[in-house]
């Protein structure tokens, strides 16, 4: 009897982060449109073909490289997050967790930046980078019951809470900003002015 085996090419995690790696730094040094699936199989050390193992097309590609990103923010600010801890705190610490993961991937920072600029931003689902968030959102959401929070828009309460940080740690914007803690946590307490009732 002849047991015939079909094989299937299989994913490679180290393929995929090879691939994330050189999407992130080909689009940040010459942009979306030079960035072509060629150039960034070149860079990740596969072959254009592989990419289409992991991905639908460049699109998805990019895509899927943002989502990645703020899947890996919203894992940095969550760190040791405790619902149980006073609302002040647990932005604080969400607050702390993302300035140190902006400033130590400022690479990823850069992508996201560009693509939140770009067409391709109208290809995510928000709904589904949402959900990473979730808890903060909670958080939020809890603070205003509790008339703790201003009771505002969502996007107003992340743009007074969280948009400094955005601009603190990108040393393009602010580069005579020195990152340390005390200058931190007095960012940090001139957010929380801005959203606490």
């Known amino acids: 009897m002849i047991i ?3 094989t299937m090419r299989t994913k ?3 393929k995929q982060e090879a691939l994330f790696k050189a999407t992130v730094k080909l689009v940040n040094e010459i942009g979306f449109v030079s960035s072509s699936v060629a150039k960034i199989a070149k860079e990740a050390g596969i072959s254009p073909a592989t990419i289409y193992i992991y991905y639908k097309n460049k699109e998805d590609l990019l895509v899927c490289t943002y989502v990645n990103i703020k899947r890996n923010l919203s894992k940095a600010m969550l760190e040791n997050f405790h619902s149980s801890l006073p609302i002040r705190d647990i932005l604080r610490n969400a607050w702390f967790n993302m300035f140190r993961h902006i400033t130590k991937y400022p690479d990823y920072f850069q ?3 560009q693509f939140a600029n770009s067409p391709y931003s109208a290809l995510v689902n928000s709904l589904d980078v949402d959900k990473y968030f979730e808890p903060i959102i909670n958080v939020l959401q809890r603070g205003i019951e509790q008339k703790i929070i201003k009771p505002v828009d969502f996007d107003i309460l992340f ?3 969280f948009y400094p940080i955005i601009t603190l740690a990108n040393p393009r914007l602010c580069d005579n900003f020195e990152v340390n803690e005390k200058n931190i946590e007095t960012a940090f307490t001139m957010a929380w002015d801005a959203i606490k009732l």
């Open 4 to 6: 015939y085996i079909r």
């Open 12 to 14: 490679d995690e180290f």
């Open 111 to 113: 992508f996201t930046e």
């Open 159 to 161: 743009a007074f809470a």
